[in-house]
């Protein structure tokens, strides 16, 4: 029975905005690319992971190092990969990426046919792929309010979230049970055709009906350095006078300071802190990921509360969640408390990049996104670093306690710093 004017419940209007979205093909099509890519990306860490883990005899040496050219690569990458994005249209830019992504994992598993995979072989397949990586995220942020209204462009990255996170889940646990039938080469051969379909499916979003403007500059000028200073110098005034954006990217290199470091601990936790064998390194990595997609659905339902009160309270429940999963060694009560740190830090991401596409011009995005992309690259090699030799200094037990003491104790002064920030903000209006 259709509902009187006045009488819709709280409760149905994500479902109304969602619903608004959905009719939006292009938005869709890229959603269901964008969950496949992520599926795959789950599936090829997961593999990739495990080659590594057992390859360095249990040790995370060589994990480390693959995290660590995974984010160094990029970060020489992506300010090329932001002047692309504003020049070229998202859709082939984004299949392009995916398409050499699985080309070049796939080199793995005929490495595996050909003779026995080593450290320098699989680094090799980590840088080259992790150039064309570079390309996807500026290109795919810069492109979101060319394919929904402004009106709903966070309720799209809260959704981009839950189906991105959610195919990067379900990559875990499906590696996690081939694992258990066939050798890790061969799961990333499976993956490596997710990123081919991701790619098929990105060619076929239908084109816009007018002109975008981020394709405006594609002539050969507007690579030239005097255009690229210009564009530096007005990113430089957007920013000055859009401060929250500056608090926005700290709030990015805090999250990428802690959420790479947990995925390289997940084999030490298993071993170490849970007695588990490798199934559960997979159980750990679903349950974390998990957490992400729990962090769209706590945007979606929590549309009064501000996102300078949501990412710093998020932090705030992270950071207790990391220090209770120190002290706690259960099998089935861990997963749950990284599952809530897990989603503590990642609705920073989505409610940032809304602050990003909402204030930048569409001319700019691609270059800001690179900008905010290597601020957060340089926290990620800070956390690769700082992970990999304090872990091994203090045992897994120790470090979980100290990150989890200090990173709850910024959050609150974070919460206190923006309180203050907003009432010194409503007192200027």
């Not at 020049?87 to 070049?104: D, E, M, Q, S």
């Not at 981009?160 to 051969?189: C, D, M, N, R, S």
């Amino acid at each position: 029975m259709p509902l009187s004017d006045g009488q819709t419940p709280v409760s149905f209007l994500p479902r109304l905005k969602w619903e608004r979205i959905l009719q939006n093909n292009r938005f869709k099509t890229l959603l269901v690319a964008f969950t496949i890519s992520q599926l795959s990306e789950g599936m090829t860490q997961t593999a990739l992971t495990w080659i590594a883990f057992r390859l360095s005899h249990n040790h995370i040496t060589l994990v480390a190092t693959i995290v660590f050219l995974q984010t160094l690569v990029p970060f020489f990458i992506i300010f090329p990969a932001g002047l692309l994005a504003d020049r070229i249209p998202a859709p082939p830019l984004l299949a392009a990426a995916n398409l050499f992504k699985g080309a070049t994992y796939s080199l793995l598993p005929l490495f595996a046919l050909l003779g026995p995979l080593t450290a320098t072989k699989i680094q090799a397949v980590v840088i080259m792929t992790a150039i064309f990586s570079a390309f996807f995220n500026p290109a795919f942020n810069a492109a979101l309010p060319s394919f929904v209204p402004k009106d709903v462009i966070k309720k799209a990255n809260a959704w981009i979230l839950i189906f991105g996170q959610g195919g990067y889940l379900l990559g875990p646990l499906t590696a996690g049970e081939l694992l258990l039938h066939v050798k890790a080469p061969w799961i990333i051969l499976i993956s490596g055709t997710g990123f081919v379909v991701s790619a098929i499916i990105l060619v076929l979003i239908p084109p816009m009906r007018s002109t975008s403007s981020a394709t405006h500059d594609l002539h050969p000028e507007g690579f030239q350095l005097s255009h690229i200073q210009r564009d530096i110098q007005q990113i430089g005034h957007y920013l000055k006078d859009h401060p929250q954006i500056i608090l926005g990217i700290f709030y990015l290199a805090l999250f990428g300071l802690i959420n790479v470091s947990l995925p390289i601990l997940f084999p030490l936790m298993s071993t170490q802190l849970f007695g588990m064998e490798k199934g559960f390194y997979s159980v750990l990595s679903g349950m974390y990921f998990s957490g992400s997609f729990l962090a769209g659905v706590i945007i979606i339902r929590t549309t009064r509360l501000h996102a300078m009160t949501l990412i710093p309270g998020g932090f705030l429940f992270s950071g207790i969640s990391i220090f209770l999963l120190s002290m706690d060694g259960s099998a089935w009560l861990g997963p749950v408390i990284l599952a809530i740190a897990g989603a503590g830090l990642s609705m920073s991401q989505p409610l940032v990049n809304e602050w990003i596409q909402k204030e930048i011009p569409k001319s700019l995005l691609g270059k800001t996104f690179s900008v905010a992309g290597m601020i957060f690259l340089v926290s990620c090699l800070i956390g690769i670093k700082g992970t990999g030799w304090l872990a091994h200094k203090w045992g897994v037990h120790l470090f979980l306690q100290w990150v989890g003491i200090i990173f709850a104790a910024l959050s609150i002064l974070l919460l206190i710093a923006t309180h203050l920030l907003r009432g010194v903000s409503k007192r200027n209006t």
